[in-house]
């Protein structure tokens, strides 16, 4: 329930962020909100009511949830039952018979009275009597557990998407303004000589989205008869799906926006590996035009283990902030994102906040089929990536190490 809540959370974050850009645009712009986004925005605050709703319900249930385990919590453990006397029957120890302890039908109320009015010896025999139902007793009534939640073996991450600017969708194409030529500032040659002047010249890029979707037809008999719920694990796998192919789209458009050509790394070693990282973030600071410096450097995971193995003549790690539990780390004050989808050997280094990742998710979409008994299921999202400037990003060809280090090659030299 946690995590389901968690993700109608970050959807609700995101939407409203969204809508928030929207009108932020046009205030910056000193404007009135255009007809396309008025729609948009109406659209958005009708997912949003919708998902404050899901919200509330779920979040209910969280607190219900929560209210009840406290007050369990205060309620003391039921004491364990005494142990039942055993008779020694064939030379083994066996439960009492009841027509043993109670001959007839008459000492046995005779014994209930008793041990109703408090006949501690009474009450023992009654005890004795008493058979003991086990789960040994009954297999068939035993369901097969299931323990814990179903095991995907993907992850609902988007490592690329997550480290670059991301905005809402506005329509299925538009426009990116983008300044082409700015206005001339420049040194006056004297007092009242004539100063700079240029045009600034606005350009635009066009997108256009992409839809990722897919549907699934179950019957109702699915719905209803199992446990975990079918219903839950294909909406959250439709979701582990999605996350994974926007992603992987994503750095396939990326890469292909480059038009810098590789810095080349002739061998694995630390001062080769450094050269070439601070020669590819000089290379977006000589396009001009004030280009910023880089912050971000892109990698295949086969870089990222080169990255983080790779150490000095004296045997210490040359980026130490590169470790094995997380994608993280900061080689030559650089954030690192490791990526799946980047083929092997990719390394790209430019600042993140000149891509752009433009995004509308529908998110889970449900049809009822009456005639079938079926549930027709879908989810869709639409995206569109955008390089602004793709001469400020500079690839790395990486070698595979000459030498790898292995640890049967660490204890021969050790010897």
Do not use: C
Request: hydrophobic residues 40%.
């Amino acid at each position: 329930m946690g995590k389901y809540l968690d993700g109608l959370r970050e959807q609700f974050d995101t939407i409203t962020e969204g809508i928030e850009q929207v009108l932020d645009r046009a205030a910056d712009e000193n404007r009135e909100v255009s007809d396309q986004e008025a729609e948009l925005v109406k659209r958005e605050q009708v997912k949003a009511e919708d998902l404050k709703k899901s919200i509330e319900h779920y979040a209910t249930i969280e607190r219900t949830r929560a209210d009840v385990s406290a007050t369990m919590a205060k309620v003391p453990t039921t004491p364990a039952p005494s142990t039942v006397q055993r008779q020694r029957v064939g030379g083994q120890d066996e439960p009492a018979k009841p027509e043993d302890l109670f001959p007839t039908a008459g000492d046995y109320i005779v014994t209930v009275a008793r041990a109703m009015r408090g006949d501690k010896e009474a009450a023992e025999l009654i005890q004795r009597a008493t058979q003991h139902q086990t789960t040994a007793d009954n297999p068939g009534l035993l369901p097969s557990p299931i323990v814990g939640p179903v095991i995907y073996g993907v992850s609902n991450d988007r490592p690329f998407i997550e480290s670059i600017t991301k905005k809402a969708l506005p329509a299925g194409s538009f426009d990116r303004p983008v300044v082409t030529q700015h206005v001339g500032v420049g040194k006056q040659d004297g007092e009242k000589t004539l100063t700079e002047s240029r045009k600034l010249l606005v350009g635009k890029l066009p997108v256009a989205a992409s839809t990722y979707a897919g549907h699934l037809n179950i019957s109702r008999q699915d719905i209803k008869w199992t446990q975990p719920g079918i219903m839950q694990i294909i909406a959250e796998d439709f979701a582990h799906e999605y996350a994974r192919e926007t992603d992987q789209d994503a750095v396939a458009q990326f890469l292909a926006s480059i038009t810098n050509d590789p810095v080349v790394v002739d061998t694995f070693d630390a001062a080769s590996i450094t050269a070439a990282v601070f020669a590819a973030a000089s290379a977006a600071m000589s396009t001009g035009d004030g280009a910023p410096l880089p912050d971000t450097l892109w990698v295949s995971p086969d870089v990222w283990g080169m990255f983080g193995s790779l150490v000095n003549n004296n045997g210490t790690l040359v980026f130490p902030s590169v470790t094995p539990t997380s994608s993280a780390g900061n080689p030559l004050g650089l954030k690192m994102v490791v990526d799946p989808w980047f083929e092997a050997g990719t390394a790209v280094v430019g600042p993140s906040s000149y891509l752009e990742w433009f995004e509308d998710v529908d998110g889970l979409i449900q049809v009822a089929e009456p005639d079938v008994l079926g549930q027709l299921v879908g989810y869709a999202g639409y995206g569109a990536f955008l390089n602004t400037k793709p001469t400020l990003f500079t690839p790395i060809t990486v070698p595979a190490p000459t030498e790898p280090v292995t640890a049967k090659a660490k204890a021969s030299a050790s010897k």
